[in-house]
């Protein structure tokens, strides 16, 4: 009996360890998890952002971006979309998505195009890379590569350090890309070199790189090539950060210090 017993135990574990192995290894595999980190602070005027959501929809639409997709190893990634503003202000509007053909491509620009535009205060770029930390974290998916694509018109003034999340997010082995909006002309809270700001003190990870948009004109071509790049895991023509070039390194804390200064003054 006591024998019957053991051989029983020992089919029943071994039953339950074969049982488990495909629940440890159930998450998806992807070539590519990214996160679209959108700024949606008043500085981003409502011409502003329907031109962001404009080229973040045309992006996915893009032949190129699904061909790229399907040049993957695994012909597959998992993108979620969020829009971030101050410290508070982070909200999934697309959860993690897994897209693999035109037609789950084309869900996700629609999804996208058809979203109510709004604005919230402030300008915490460090809030959204660590927030896109989370999102990365709990994807469900398992990425070969793992991208934050921040795009937004200034910098960081609320919240930790923009360099310290930044340095976290690369230490975990994720790349932060940056899209720095520089469409009006230097004003209120704004900074000139905004370009420089974001190759300083925003992106970071091996490959990482930022697609500046200086004329409105380029807003739209700007977002489905830096997209394309990063789906395709490629580096951006040199023309494209040229400008930026030979300049000081970037104050990190320059958004801070405007801050302070409009509520000393």
């Not at 660590?130 to 960081?156: C, H, M, W, Y």
């Not at 190759?199 to 790189?209: A, L, R, T």
């Not at 409105?216 to 395709?232: G, M, P, S, W, Y």
């Amino acid at each position: 009996m006591v024998r019957q017993g053991l051989a029983r135990l020992a089919t029943g574990l071994a039953l339950a360890f074969t049982l488990w192995i495909p629940a440890a290894r159930a998450e998806t595999e992807v070539d590519l998890a990214l996160v679209v980190a959108v700024d949606i602070s008043f500085s981003m005027d409502p011409e502003e952002q329907s031109l962001q959501r404009e080229g973040f929809a045309q992006a996915f639409r893009s032949r190129l971006v699904q061909d790229a997709i399907r040049g993957g190893l695994l012909g597959k990634i998992a993108v979620t979309y969020m829009e971030w503003a101050g410290v508070t202000d982070q909200k999934v509007i697309i959860p993690w998505t897994i897209v693999d053909d035109p037609e789950s491509l084309m869900a996700l620009a629609d999804r996208i195009a058809a979203t109510p535009l709004s604005r919230a205060q402030r300008t915490s770029i460090s809030s959204a890379i660590d927030f896109s930390v989370k999102l990365l974290d709990q994807s469900g998916v398992e990425a070969t590569r793992r991208v934050i694509d921040v795009s937004g018109d200034g910098p960081n003034n609320q919240g930790r350090a923009v360099e310290q999340a930044r340095d976290d997010a690369v230490a975990k082995g994720i790349i932060v890309n940056g899209l720095p909006i520089m469409l009006r002309k230097p004003g209120y809270l704004d900074i000139s070199d905004l370009d420089t700001y974001y190759k300083d003190c925003v992106i970071g990870g091996q490959g990482s790189f930022m697609v500046p948009v200086r004329e409105r004109d380029q807003f739209v071509n700007a977002i489905k090539t830096k997209i394309l790049l990063e789906v395709a895991n490629l580096m951006p023509a040199p023309h494209l950060i040229e400008p930026i070039q030979n300049t000081p390194r970037a104050n990190c804390y320059t958004g801070e210090m405007q801050w302070r200064e409009r509520w000393n003054n």
